[in-house]
């Protein structure tokens, strides 16, 4: 049950901690607004830290549980953010963004960049990968597949 437990635990934190990144992401928006070429760039900067850090909290709540974890409590819900990812992205080079449809509910339409929105997209589909890598490689290097 506990296992059980941990797991879910797990695809919880992958699912919602790197999430997070876009508050932290809040303070420079007026920035991204001048240069908008920092979307991209600050998005995997900070995208890919909380997802080592997601790691790195799965590791902290299995040591609290008293059990292993096993790199199944990673590839399962990095699974489902890389489809997520891929869907996202595929919606961007289609014209259908939710970037591209909020502006153009507040009147900005001028303002949607698809080549920024694209990279920006790509950003989150990497920034996600290598996030978790790192953590993987650093937090649960000796980890068995589950």
Not at 77 to 102: C, F, Q, W
Not at 111 to 136: C, Q
Request: aromatic share 16%; glycine share 4%.
């Amino acid at each position: 049950m506990i296992l059980v437990l941990a797991y879910i635990l797990a695809f919880v934190t992958v699912a919602f901690i790197p999430n997070i990144s876009f508050l932290f992401l809040w303070p420079f928006i007026p920035l991204i607004k001048r240069v908008k070429i920092l979307s991209p760039i600050l998005v995997f900067i900070f995208n890919g830290i909380f997802g080592f850090i997601s790691v790195f909290i799965i590791a902290w709540l299995c040591s609290k549980l008293n059990i292993e974890p096993t790199l199944l409590m990673i590839i399962i819900p990095a699974g489902v953010m890389i489809l997520n990812n891929r869907e996202r992205t595929s919606r961007v080079k289609k014209d259908h963004s939710n970037v591209k449809y909020m502006l153009e509910q507040s009147d900005q339409s001028e303002e949607y960049n698809k080549n920024i929105d694209t990279a920006t997209e790509y950003a989150y589909y990497v920034s996600d990968v290598v996030g978790l890598l790192f953590g993987v490689l650093y937090f649960l290097n000796n980890a068995l597949l589950y």
